[in-house]
């Protein structure tokens, strides 16, 4: 399991074959991740924030 605090790294050329065919394509999962990662990024910023307001 890949650690929500680092960000994806996006499939290298030749992890994807081009063909359009491939489901759930490599991209597929990489956006998916990519998205959660931004997700929980902006949720720890709102966190710090917070914290820093509070202080």
Do not use: T
Not at 11 to 16: I, K, N, Q, R, V
Not at 34 to 39: A, D, K, N, T, V
């Amino acid at each position: 399991m890949s650690d929500p605090h680092v960000k994806p790294i996006a499939p290298a050329d030749d992890d994807c074959c081009g063909g359009g065919a491939c489901n759930p394509c490599v991209w597929d999962g990489y956006y998916a991740k990519l998205q959660s990662w931004r997700i929980e990024e902006a949720k720890r910023r709102e966190q710090a924030e917070a914290e820093i307001k509070s202080e």
